[in-house]
């Protein structure tokens, strides 16, 4: 079985300030790693992904994330947000077929 | 690329009625999954198929849902009756051969009175 957990609900930050969305898994098994974006009444977004390889991976919008597997975490972090970056953030696992996403983690993103 | 495409975008019905939710996956993905998120529960997965084969349906609810798959591009849930308490959002998604990540539709907002 695996499972996520997202530390945080909610997180409110200024506009051009830094970001840090944490996550934590576990799973028995080696995993895939993903950060979707649900921004108001659309569906999820895959943002990044970690598959294998360079445990650093990063989107094409400045969101990266870290694999960490001594600590089992995935955070996603982004050093400067616009207002557009505020929406839901979901962290997921994968070792196979089925996603197990978090709680999500809300964004607001203020001038 | 159209992406996953979801009908309809809402859908408002009386406790009791059929609800039929419609999905076309990405072309060429041969898993389909249909995922139910709410705010008490967050996304729960309901039920997986590979190669139109339902192969994983233990989140399916109760037997009041039923989903199928006839070909490789059109998926259907039903809900027969509806209740107030499925009222959430019914999200479709798919993924390509050997590719873990899922691609999401818009949904549907569901909303049982």
């Known amino acids: 079985a695996q499972s996520v957990t997202q530390l945080d609900s909610q997180v409110p930050v200024f506009e051009e300030a830094p970001v840090e969305l944490r996550c934590n898994y576990s799973?028995?098994?080696?995993?895939?790693l993903f950060w979707y974006v649900q921004y108001p009444n659309q569906g999820l977004q895959l943002l990044l992904k970690?598959?294998?390889?360079?445990?650093l991976v990063e989107s094409i919008n400045g969101f990266e994330a870290e694999f960490n597997k001594s600590q089992t975490s995935f955070h996603l972090r982004k050093p400067s947000v616009h207002i557009s970056d505020t929406a839901e953030y979901f962290c997921?696992?994968?070792?196979?077929?089925?996603?197990?996403f978090g709680a999500g983690t809300t964004v607001t993103v203020r001038a | 690329d159209a992406g996953v495409i979801q009908s309809p975008r809402h859908e408002v019905t009386e406790m009791g009625q059929e609800v039929t939710l419609r999905c076309k996956p990405i072309?060429?993905?041969?898993?389909l999954f249909w995922y139910r998120q709410t705010m008490m529960r967050g996304l729960e997965l309901l039920i997986y198929?590979?190669?139109?084969?339902?192969?994983?349906d233990s989140g399916m609810p109760e037997d009041r849902f039923s989903a199928k798959m006839p070909n490789a591009s059109f998926s259907t849930l039903k809900i027969q009756p509806s209740e107030p308490r499925d009222s959430a959002v019914y999200f479709c998604?798919?993924?390509?051969?050997?590719?873990?990540?899922?691609?999401f539709g818009q949904g549907t907002r569901l909303t049982v009175v």
């Open positions: 998604a798919s993924s390509p051969p050997h590719g873990p990540e899922a691609f």
């Open positions: 799973s028995s098994v080696s995993v895939y």
């Open positions: 970690y598959l294998s390889g360079s445990t």
């Open positions: 997921a696992v994968s070792n196979d077929y089925k996603l197990s």
């Open positions: 072309s060429g993905h041969n898993s």
């Open positions: 198929f590979n190669n139109n084969v339902p192969i994983d």
